[in-house]
Structure formats: C-alpha cells, structure tokens
C-alpha cells in the first residue's frame, strides 16, 4: 500500500484532533487514535470526553467529562495549534454531544466547514458494553451525525441509530441512505463484523452513488480498536490532503495491515497495531 508520508526531523507536521474517550487497556479510543495518527505522519490533539475503566475484557465503567471542558479543549487547540481535520469517539452523553456540535460549528469543524469531521457514532463496546447513555441516541442521530462529513458505524451501531439490521448487500445500501438522510454528507458502512461473508466490504455514500471497497477477512478474535483506528486513519489522511475517497481506501488498507499485525494482550480482545509502520517507511 501507498502510506502517507512522514515528516523530516524538525518539521510541524499536519495536525488532527480527536474527541473521545480514554482506554486504559491502551487498545482503542484516544490511545488508538494518537498511536495510528502518530504513524500516518500527522501529530495528535486530544480532546477528552470521558475516561472510561476497560481492559481486555471488557468496560467496567466510564465518567464523563463536564461539557464544557469538553469543549473548551477543542476550542484551545483550534485556536492556537489549529487542526487540517478531526474525529469523534465516545461522547457518552447528549449533553457532550451538544457542546461538541456547538464548539465545532464556532471553531468551523465539520460538513460544509473548513475543517472535516470524521464522526465514529460509538454507543457500545466490542464487548457489548455501553459507552453510550441510552438517551443520547437521539442527540447522535440529530446533533452529531447532521455535522459530519464523514460517518463510520459498524453494523451495532446502525441497527441501534437507525433500526436496520444489515444482513446483505441491499441492507448495507438502504443503511448508508438512512444515514445520509439525517445529515451525514458521505456515509461508510463497515462490513467487517458481518461475519457471514468470506470477505469485507466497506460501502461509500454520497447520496448519489456507492463504492465498494473490499479485503480479505482474517481469522483473528484481536480486534479491539479496530473502528477507532479506520475513522482516525480517514482523518490522517483527510489531513494530508487526501479526497474523501482516496481517504477512505487509504484507511481501508491501513485497518487489513493493522488487523493482520494484531496481537494478543490480556485475557480478551488484543488490538489492531499500527505498529507494522515502523518497518515500512
């Protein structure tokens, strides 16, 4: 694959800033997303918004972040550091949401805006535990994907946010619709946990047209951090000047390479590793 390039010594290199939360078993939210940022050659802001209490096996619990702090993390880096793109994870609550969604629209991240905006709806664990309170769903549906321009659910996530179950080609492409009805302006239906094809397939959406993008399926239960790494790969190379598409068959390739470098760590789930980089510059 083409990787994205890194930077000479001494020279400031693209920024991309994250909203999300922490993973103190190092495998997903901003730990994932600063590591793959970090080797697609762009340098990592952070914006908390929740420190969560997880490991290999599983969330045992999380505490939210005051919005306003939330917020005002995005606020500072932008008007100082500046950002050429950024993502959302886990935002925990509508509140959250809805000071993220007003922060961005005033610093001028997100669709129509300066800045892109990756958004990973995350609502639960690859565990199955609630990253998300349940009455926030709304405010994902009608705060949070409406400002994206790029959204990327997996399979859960859709069947939670818009109530359809995706078992086949038409579902995937009746999903990517729904979510470019609330707002989102190009829409990716990941394929990966739908475990009865021998291959997976990401679907794009513009509200015109599709695009396929296929890779072979590893036998691998390692996986953990695997959606955070796509969305903050997107945004990589959304950073580095890549269109959208080019954008997401680039993460495409960066999630197979990390999938097939995955690793087993505690007694659950290892992570993807983007960590295959450091022998291929």
Known sequence: MKLLPLPPDGQTPARVLT????????????QADSRTMALCGVHACVAVAAVTVQNSL???????IPPETVAAQVRCVVEDIGVSAAKTGMLASTAIIEAVAAVCAEVG???????????????ASMHGDSLLHAEALDA???TLIPIATVVTPNLDEIRLITGIDVVDDATARRAAEAFHALGAQWTIVKGGHL????????????????????SPRFATGNDHGAGDT????????????LSIP????????????CLEASYDLGGGHGPVSPLWRLSHR
Not at 109 to 123: A, E, H, S, T
Request: include cysteine.
């Open 195 to 214: 475990r009865t094809s021998s291959s997976s397939t990401d679907l794009l959406f513009d509200g015109d047209s599709f695009l396929e993008f296929n």
């Open 109 to 123: 991240i997100g669709r129509d805006q300066p800045i892109p905006l990756v958004v990973d709806p995350v609502c």
């Open 140 to 142: 994902v549906r009608n």
């Open 19 to 30: 909203i999300a939360g922490t993973d103190s078993g190092g495998g997903a939210g901003i």
């Open 58 to 64: 599983g969330v045992s619990g999380f505490h939210e």
């Open 246 to 257: 080019d954008a997401v068959a680039f993460a495409k390739e960066w999630v197979t390479k």
């Open 230 to 241: 796509f969305a903050a790969a997107i945004a990589s190379a959304l950073a580095h000047g």
